[in-house]
């Protein structure tokens, strides 16, 4: 994302998303109230008779009531109540209207108050601009499934079945298939990092296979318990590819949830409203995890534990709900808190 300006003395700040993972930020850091403000168009109807409509650009400004992120249209729509306009003439003030951001579309936003977890979600999406895409791979002799890793989460791309017959493939050829069928499919991906990892030997003999097919095709290998969605989640949030996924809010949130997981019973997480409030007033939190899903169902309530958080300096990390890591957290009572110190 290019960050174009940002004013923390007039609550605002400037921005223009370069793909798909920047418009996710921008539907996070824009909440009900805010004033967004960009080029849009508006369908004109003609005041002649017969004439047809047609589409005009003008520049409005909307108090946002909602976001609409269109996962299939790589698009963003914010929509609102009009502030104001130019051409003033071509939309009604206090008409309903949406802007539709894409890549590419610059953007301002005006809020109450830019927080310091609002700014610190924009400098990760800058520096997140010109990423080289990550391509993660968990195989066995069973199956192989490809996702790419991205912000708010895994994208999952395909899913290879290696056609065994009991425990043995029928031949060695048909072995041979199935690792041309993932080399393909890397390949057919564009991706510039790749990892490969799995259980058992099958990945080492995929590795031997590769560099006698793809010499010097730059791919890190690692071990993993399981396959599937489950050993891509292991993959991304145990740490062993720590180096390669540090600048992913969607690796943060999952290491953030393992870590209070491993601290409960140890007195070094505290879960749910009663308690990380607690945690928060006695100024023990060192990284407050929430779901959005639970600010969005209680907002005047989680806002306040927000708040006053940030005001004390614990890093504020924002959890999608529908991540594995987001269902983890919902199950914890949507809100949670690694401790500077145990509590208990």
Known sequence: MKILKVDRKNNCFEAIPDSFDDLWHIEKLVEKGDLVSGESERKIKPKTEGEKAFRQKIFVEIEAEKTDYQEATN??????????????????????????????????????????????????????????????????????????????????????????????????????????????????????????????????????????????????????????????NELVKTGKIDKLIENYHSAEEAKAVEKILQGLGLGEASVGFEETKKAVDANAVETLTISEKTIAEQRQKTE????????????IIFVNPKSEAGKQLEGLGGIAASLRYKMR
Do not use: C, W
Not at 307 to 312: E, I, N, P
């Open 75 to 232: 698009q963003l729509r914010i929509l609102g109540i009009v502030t104001s306009a130019k051409p003033e003439e071509l939309v009604a003030l206090k008409a309903h209207h949406a802007i539709e951001v894409e890549p590419g579309t610059k953007i301002t936003v005006k809020k109450k108050e830019l927080k310091n977890y609002h700014v610190e979600r924009l400098e990760r999406a800058k520096n997140a601009s010109g990423r080289e895409k990550l391509l993660l791979v968990v195989m066995d002799d069973e199956e192989a499934e490809l996702a790419f890793l991205k912000d708010n989460g895994l994208e999952t791309k395909t899913r290879i079945l290696a056609g065994k017959s009991g425990k043995r493939y029928e031949n060695k050829e048909k072995g041979n298939k199935y690792f041309d069928e993932i080399t393909s499919a890397i390949e057919n991906t564009g991706a510039e990092k790749i990892v490969i990892a799995g259980p058992g030997f099958e990945k080492d003999k995929f590795r031997k296979f590769l560099d006698e097919k793809k010499p010097g095709k730059k791919i890190s290998y690692e071990t993993t318990n399981s396959v599937g969605i489950t050993g891509l």
């Open 304 to 315: 306040e534990i927000i708040d006053k958080a940030d005001r004390l300096g614990a890093k």
